[in-house]
């Protein structure tokens, strides 16, 4: 296939984003295709769901161009009311709209002119493409990497996580909460009541299952391996790609060679010609006076950034004009577009209704933008996001006084630094943890490396603790001008740092902090910090919340900053909600 300059596609035509499916129910979708556009055959990969998809995302990416790198086609997608696909996340047919997406994910590569194709689910992925396999029509083989192995444990699990981590959510919420995703209780007993070793195997399909060496010998798994008759191998240290206690994923990149090289056994050598029929743009919601919400979807800029942009229908020429308002929102660590819990997504498609525009995007080593290379980590405040933070804003086509850039956590710290770099209105510092602007690459290395195993790491660790504890009594008794000098050295963490040099440059200002994030903001000299601000004419804002978590995985949080990321956006992007923004601006406290 020869790549259309109007399609979402990167330049060396080997990926393309699409929308797919029914014109009313589309579902988001990723293409990797081989550079000639012939195929041995097509794959099709299930991911996990909440905080496991997010982990697993560029691991996913990886494998895609491992299957397409031994000439087959690969679609990646997003179920119905996940990730990029529209729907609410908590509809409580949720659990039926995942297997009908397996299937509308089956079809559209078949329309492709792709006649053998194969199946590979990651977690509850591989546990909903056993449940589909069977409905898809003919397969020629099916991969079930780290499957669930029933459903009602897998609840059990992330729910006591989420309580460990969170805690308890609101009474009056019905809502079954994870790490990383909120269902319906309909939902939950729908996927409650799934096991592997009940699901029917396709007929004729060859079957692997890679297994967690903590489960290989479990009862369940082998029932399952038996039922399906399946090949397998064992797998290691999964707590690190799926689990890690830290932001830093560590892709199993042996593991996925070996999928790859399996999947890739299981075709035959006829290439057929792949015909792609790509939609960039999609309706994926409607606001409540019936207009069309839409999204398109882009690789942009030097750096092949992907982006997607949402606005409603009838300004979609007006989108890519310099006088439309708006949102730019930024990842953080290895958080591709959706942002924490889909709140990104679910954001935007709220803004569209009032007139802005909202651009999600990638930055490098993140989501869709650019290839993974073997051996790949984790990073965050590297020169290239530094450089995409920034670049973004030009990408957007935003003009200075209609553009507001959000962010969380690292992805806060872009916000700040890029409208430092470019003339901005307005940004909205969710959970900011980083105040520093000159950085001391060894203040964040000695939390980074800590867990790599190195005698760099282990130094850069110990060095780390006693930092934090002389912190705590430099507190009490050092003059505030010198921890500020500290701070703007780089070496300490003080919110004046950051914030005087926006309110300098005009920039509106909205810090949203969890209780944890507060604490740390209030260790930080953050009061003293704004005192002094407030004295020099600060325009900014702080909210502090009483109960939730760093990561916005509480529920109720993540509902209430969806709430104040909205009206703040309102009150500086449009003129019609400034009589309702006195009533909608959350408390203002400290």
Request: overall charge negative; aromatic content about 6%; charged content about 20%.
């Amino acid at each position: 296939m020869t790549a259309h300059p109007d399609l979402a596609g990167r330049t060396d035509g080997t990926r393309f984003a699409t929308w797919f499916g029914p014109e009313d129910a589309p579902l988001f979708g990723v293409v990797d295709l081989p550079v000639d556009g012939r195929c041995r055959g097509a794959v099709v990969l299930c991911p996990p769901i909440g905080k496991e998809q997010v982990d697993a995302y560029r691991g996913m990416v990886y494998l895609a161009q491992q299957l397409r790198a031994r000439g087959l086609l690969v679609l990646r997608f997003d179920y119905r009311g996940t990730g990029d696909s529209p729907g609410a996340q908590d509809e409580s047919d949720a659990v039926a709209g995942w297997l009908d997406s397996i299937r509308t994910a089956v079809d559209f590569v078949r329309s492709c002119g792709i006649t053998d194709i194969g199946l590979v689910g990651l977690r509850v992925g591989a546990l909903l493409a056993a449940q589909a396999a069977a409905t898809c029509g003919p397969l020629r083989a099916v991969t079930l990497w780290d499957p669930v192995v029933r459903g009602r444990a897998y609840l059990r699990k992330q729910t006591a996580l989420h309580q460990m981590v969170v805690g308890p959510e609101d009474a009056d919420d019905p809502r079954v909460t994870l790490i990383g995703a909120v269902l319906a209780p309909a939902a939950a007993t729908a996927l409650s009541a799934m096991s592997l070793r009940a699901a029917t195997p396709p007929p004729g399909a060859k079957v692997l299952m890679a297994l967690r060496d903590s489960e290989v010998d479990s009862v369940g798994m082998r029932e399952a391996v038996a039922a399906w008759t399946a090949e397998h191998f064992t797998v290691h240290d999964y707590e690190s790609f799926l689990e890690p206690a830290d932001f830093v994923v560590r892709l199993p990149f042996g593991d996925i060679d070996r999928i790859a090289d399996w999947m890739s056994a299981s075709f035959g050598n006829h290439h057929t010609g792949a015909t792609l029929e790509l939609r960039t743009t999609a309706v994926v919601d409607r606001t409540v006076d019936g207009r069309q919400v839409i999204e398109t979807l882009g690789f942009e800029g030097a750096s092949e950034l992907f982006t997607i942009r949402t606005s409603v229908a009838a300004e979609r020429d007006a989108a890519h004009t310099p006088a439309a308002p708006t949102v730019i929102f930024h990842g953080t660590a290895g958080e591709h577009r959706v942002g924490p819990v889909r709140l990104w997504a679910e954001t935007a498609r709220e803004l569209a209704a009032h007139g802005i525009v909202s651009v999600r995007f990638d930055r490098r080593g993140t989501g869709d933008t650019g290839t993974v290379q073997h051996g790949e980590s984790t990073t965050i405040y590297t020169d290239e996001s530094r450089d995409d933070a920034v670049d973004i804003i030009s990408v957007s086509g935003a003009q200075f006084e209609s553009a507001v850039l959000v962010g969380m956590c690292s992805g806060a710290w872009n916000s700040g630094y890029a409208a430092l770099r470019r003339p901005v209105r307005a940004v909205v510092l969710v959970n900011m943890a980083d105040w520093t602007i000159n950085r001391k690459a060894f203040v964040k290395q000695s939390t980074m490396d800590a867990g790599q195993g190195s005698l760099k790491g282990a130094a850069l660790a110990l060095l780390h603790r006693h930092a934090a504890t002389a912190k705590k009594y430099l507190r009490v008794w050092m003059p505030y001008r010198c921890w500020l000098w500290l701070g703007r050295a780089g070496l300490l963490q003080v919110p004046e740092v950051m914030l005087a040099p926006l309110n300098d440059r005009g920039v509106h200002t909205t810090v949203l902090l969890s209780p944890i994030d507060h604490a740390a903001f209030v260790e930080n000299q953050g009061e003293r910090s704004l005192r002094r601000l407030r004295r020099a004419g600060w325009n900014g804002r702080l909210v502090t919340y009483p109960s939730g978590d760093h990561s916005l995985y509480s529920t109720a949080l993540r509902d209430r900053v969806l709430r104040d990321v909205l009206a703040t956006a309102l009150g500086e992007l449009t003129v019609d909600s400034v009589d309702a923004r006195d009533d909608s601006r959350p408390e203002l406290v400290g």
